[in-house]
């Protein structure tokens, strides 16, 4: 599956984006997907991942309460809504897919996801 993010941009702190990610092929729905983001200097960090069927979300404790992920799987897309943003958000985001279903010992593993997009970066003022 190949992947394309999109909605990044600049935004005041306190303030909401949605991000995009549009999948490619006809297997959308047999992918747990994530969402990553890396500031620059730092590794890259999970924030977000759902199951195949959009039943079962997982949040990093940094974004939990302020972010939404969820995916429509007629449009093979998911999406990551940031609302109370804070400078601190800042960084480019990645979408990502795994194959198969939720290991909720792996999903926070980079390594965990063959498949990733080429980043949409978020930019948050003070």
């Known amino acids: 599956v190949q992947l394309q993010a999109s909605g990044g941009g600049l935004v005041q702190a306190g303030g909401s984006l949605r991000l995009s990610c549009a999948a490619s092929?006809?297997?959308?729905?047999?992918?747990?997907m994530g969402w990553f983001r890396q500031a620059p200097g730092k590794e890259r960090e999970f924030v977000a991942t759902?199951?195949?069927?959009?039943?079962?979300?997982n949040y990093a404790d940094s974004v939990k309460g302020r972010f939404t992920v969820s995916r429509d799987n007629a449009k093979n897309t998911v999406y990551l809504q940031m609302n109370s943003l804070k400078p601190e958000d800042t960084a480019v985001y990645y979408c990502?897919?795994?194959?198969?279903?939720?290991?909720?010992?792996?999903?926070?593993?980079?390594?965990?996801?063959?498949?990733w997009g080429q980043g949409t970066l978020v930019t948050v003022s003070s």
């Open positions: 759902i199951s195949r069927g959009g039943s079962s979300e």
């Open positions: 990502a897919a795994h194959y198969g279903g939720v290991d909720l010992l792996r999903i926070e593993i980079p390594t965990y996801y063959a498949n």
């Open positions: 092929g006809r297997t959308f729905s047999s992918y747990t």
